[in-house]
């Protein structure tokens, strides 16, 4: 992608920021063990404003004012031979500028001293205290120094705003770059489901199947899991965050499997639940259908306009009338849902915010009210039934987890579904295991 889609962002921030100064770093390397570190992995909101890759670095926006205009600077590494012997190319300022189209880059070691006068007698200062109390400490080290200063004509900032919150509000709604991240991360995500369809049999281990999944995910060039894929035969599913991935998977359970790949920063969130034996049993199938069902009333209930939490009461409406069907529960539909009765088999929401994180950037109400779906939110639509091995329901139903999750994009009559490539209905899942 072009710079010019991060020179548009980093513009439409400084606008809403007036004079004020934006400091926002990227995440740190963080030490695995002794001198090994864990995959680097940015901070998603200074990806969001800059495509910018490397550790030990800061964007900081400065307001226009006066006759001077806003501009975007880089704080980077310095060009270095010798650790690029080590440790691989880095950008240094200069080519750093000229790439991702800031204003300026300086090296990171002239931060400290820059600081100051970039923050003095500006209306305010756009960070996101808490996040990091180094960083917290810091600024307020600055802002302290400008206050011994009056006598220079120096004055702090007088207010501290939410930098997170303001690009929250912009990462809630994608623009054409991110979808296009996201469809072709979904893509990959497919393809890694379906190849895990066509592999499981009875008595593999279940990270046997993740790693089919991660072979499918980097050979296709995604980055990474965008979080740890879940593998879980049988009772294991009910499990909502099970991630051992490590038992023998039973001929003639069914395997939950929630993983989706991270490409250019953007995650796919995909669950499929398959037979192993690549033929559903008929309570297997009757369950299945039930969720089936309810997800594709979720998706009728995305459209602009539609309050965030629609959907998710239009699947628990299916989802409980479900429940009755399988015995599981007893009483009236509207008084179980009244009741939340449901949430013993259906305990989580019905879906989220989807893009640089799983869990994505937004909030899901604006004061009181659900936010309105728009186009160009992004979203995962995942109604599951979960009975566990214990519950005192019919036995042929015990240790079943069933999720369907797909990843749809708000669109100006309804929505895209960006994970439809990977199979779903109890035809599709039974041809591509080879029981056509
Ligand atoms: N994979 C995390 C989730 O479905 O929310
Ligand atoms: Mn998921
Ligand atoms: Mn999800």
Excluded at 8 to 32: D, K, M
Excluded at 232 to 258: F, K, P
Excluded at 343 to 359: C, E, K, N, P
Excluded at 375 to 395: F, Q, S
Aim: aromatic share 8%.
């Amino acid at each position: 992608m072009s710079h010019q889609a991060f020179v548009a962002r980093r513009q439409r921030l400084l606008t809403q920021i007036g004079n004020g100064v934006a400091i926002l770093p990227t995440a740190p390397e963080r030490v695995r063990n002794r001198d090994t570190h864990h995959p680097y992995r940015f901070d998603s909101y200074f990806w969001y404003l800059t495509g910018f890759p490397e550790p030990d670095a800061v964007l900081v926006l400065v307001g226009g004012q006066g006759d001077s205009k806003p501009q975007s600077l880089l704080f980077c590494r310095e060009k270095d031979a010798t650790r690029e012997v080590w440790d691989g190319f880095r950008y240094g300022p200069e080519a750093a500028q000229t790439a991702f189209g800031f204003d300026a880059a300086y090296p990171i070691s002239e931060l400290a001293t820059r600081l100051p006068d970039l923050l003095a007698n500006r209306a305010a200062l756009w960070h996101s205290l808490g996040v990091d109390v180094e960083w917290d400490q810091r600024l307020g080290g600055v802002i302290n120094t400008l206050r011994g200063q009056a006598r220079k004509g120096l004055r702090p900032p007088s207010a501290v705003q939410d930098l997170h919150a303001a690009l929250d509000a912009m990462r809630r709604v994608k623009d054409g770059h991110e979808m296009d991240w996201l469809r072709q991360s979904c893509a990959i995500a497919c393809a890694g489901h379906v190849r895990a369809m066509r592999m499981a049999r009875g008595g593999m281990a279940e990270y046997e199947l993740e790693a089919e999944l991660t072979y499918a995910f980097r050979r296709r060039g995604a980055d990474a899991h965008a979080y740890p894929p879940i593998v879980a035969s049988g009772a294991s599913a009910c499990i909502l965050h099970y991630t051992e991935n490590n038992r023998l998977l039973g001929e003639h359970s069914l395997v939950l499997i929630d993983a989706g790949c991270e490409l250019q920063g953007y995650a796919a969130d995909i669950t499929r639940t398959f037979p192993v034996s690549g033929r559903f049993s008929g309570p297997q199938r009757e369950a299945y259908e039930i969720v089936l069902a309810a997800q594709t009333a979720a998706f009728a209930a995305i459209r602009p306009g539609a309050a965030f939490i629609d959907y998710h009461d239009a699947a628990v409406r299916v989802l409980t009338q479900g429940m009755l069907d399988l015995g599981l529960l007893q009483g009236s539909l509207d008084g179980l849902i009244e009741a939340g009765a449901y949430q013993r088999f259906y305990m989580h929401r019905t879906g989220h915010w989807l893009g640089l994180d799983v869990h994505d950037a937004g909030e899901y109400k604006d004061g009181d009210d659900w936010v309105r779906l728009r186009p160009g939110m992004t979203l995962t639509v995942e109604p599951g039934l979960y009975i566990p091995p214990a519950a005192d329901v019919p036995a042929h139903l015990h240790g079943m987890g069933i999720r369907i999750e797909d990843d749809v994009l708000v669109t100006a009559h309804g929505l895209e579904n960006l994970t439809a490539a990977a199979p779903k209905t109890v035809a599709e899942i039974e041809a591509v295991m080879g029981h056509d």
